[in-house]
């Protein structure tokens, strides 16, 4: 009598696992994943500044510039390797997407950069 039920609710909880594992997944890296989406846009939006800051400094205060933002733009790899590893564990490319437009939402200046940039 206790056999079907074990077996009954070890399939219960492996099918369980299946589903709730890749939202688990998600919700344990939802900071860390703003943050670096954040970061990203950030580099992005520094880098494109060099142009416009370019021939007013100094050689040496352009070349710290640039390295800065070089630095910067690590967390946009950071960022795409975080992505591959939510996929790899069954998140949806629907829900990333979703998270990264929530994580530039919270962000006002970042919705301005952006604004400027379509114009």
Known sequence: MR???IITLLI???ISLYIFYPIAQLH???NTFTNLVRECEKSKKDLQ?????GE???IE???NLFM?????ELSCFDLELLENELL???VSQEKINYLKLKSIAGDPKLIENMDSENQ
Request: glycine letters at 8%; zero cysteines.
């Open 3 to 5: 056999k079907p039920l």
């Open 12 to 14: 219960g909880g492996f």
């Open 28 to 30: 344990f890296s939802k």
């Open 49 to 53: 500044s060099l142009d416009i800051i």
């Open 56 to 58: 007013k400094e100094s």
């Open 61 to 63: 205060t352009r070349v």
């Open 68 to 72: 800065n933002a070089k630095a910067n």
């Open 88 to 90: 790899a564990k069954r």
